[in-house]
């Protein structure tokens, strides 16, 4: 009999980490935040989300800002992020 290993490549949270939210149950009203690397398309990509955000959803906000390519987002970026989004996307758009 042949057997099958399955592999899973998801790491186990850190101590003391803080638990992942739950799922937000409408994005009317909410603040969304934008996160663009600007690999090639993303200010596009951020662009048209945004807009569909605005006209499909009624966010009371959307909040785009630029973090390095390649590199993690400052952390005084995503203490703003934190402080004023109910959710964030993080966008590579290749």
């Not at 490549?9 to 980490?17: E, F, I, K, Q, V």
């Not at 409408?26 to 603040?31: D, P």
């Not at 992020?81 to 993080?90: E, F």
């Amino acid at each position: 009999m042949r057997t099958i290993t399955i592999l899973d490549p998801t790491s186990a949270a850190r101590p003391g980490a803080d638990p992942i939210p739950g799922p937000v149950e409408t994005l009317q009203g909410k603040v969304v935040a934008i996160l663009n690397n600007r690999w090639k398309s993303m200010d596009l990509v951020a662009e048209r989300f945004e807009a569909a955000l605005r006209r499909d959803h009624g966010v009371a906000d959307v909040l785009q800002r630029v973090i390095p390519i390649s590199a993690p987002a400052p952390p005084a970026l995503l203490d703003e992020v934190a402080a004023r989004a109910a959710v964030a996307v993080v966008g590579l758009a290749n």
